[in-house]
């Protein structure tokens, strides 16, 4: 079985900073692009961004130069450096793999259980 476990959400104050982390578990033989998603309350899920295997980087444009992703693949693990935050940053943040598992030999999508990010005074 393949888990991926985030952390890192909380509460803080427009203009503050948040680092998320979500690593990814269990019988893994490859994973391909890692990414994180958010999903505010009556809203679609929507990308934040995502980075592949070898590191080449997508946005959404309302983030762009203030949230920054990145991974490290020896750990299996991918964050979310957020700056800058507004309070419209506010939602539950998913973690997002494509990963083959053991026995497989295709890519399937796998999701974290959700992080919540508020940002308020």
């Known amino acids: 079985q393949v888990q991926l476990v985030e952390s890192g959400g909380g509460l803080v104050q427009p203009g503050g900073s948040l680092r998320l982390s979500c690593a990814a578990s269990g019988s893994i033989a490859s994973i391909n692009t890692m990414g994180w998603y958010r999903q505010a309350p009556g809203k679609e899920r929507e990308l934040v961004a995502t980075i592949t295997r070898g590191g080449i980087t997508n946005y959404a444009d309302s983030v762009k130069g203030r949230f920054t992703i990145s991974r490290d693949n020896a750990k299996r693990t991918v964050y979310l450096q957020m700056n800058s935050l507004k309070p419209e940053d506010t939602a539950v943040y998913y973690c997002?793999?494509?990963?083959?598992?053991?026995?497989?030999?295709?890519?399937?999508?796998?999701w974290g259980q959700g992080t919540q990010v508020t940002v308020s005074s």
């Open positions: 997002n793999a494509a990963i083959v598992s053991f026995g497989n030999s295709w890519y399937e999508d796998y």
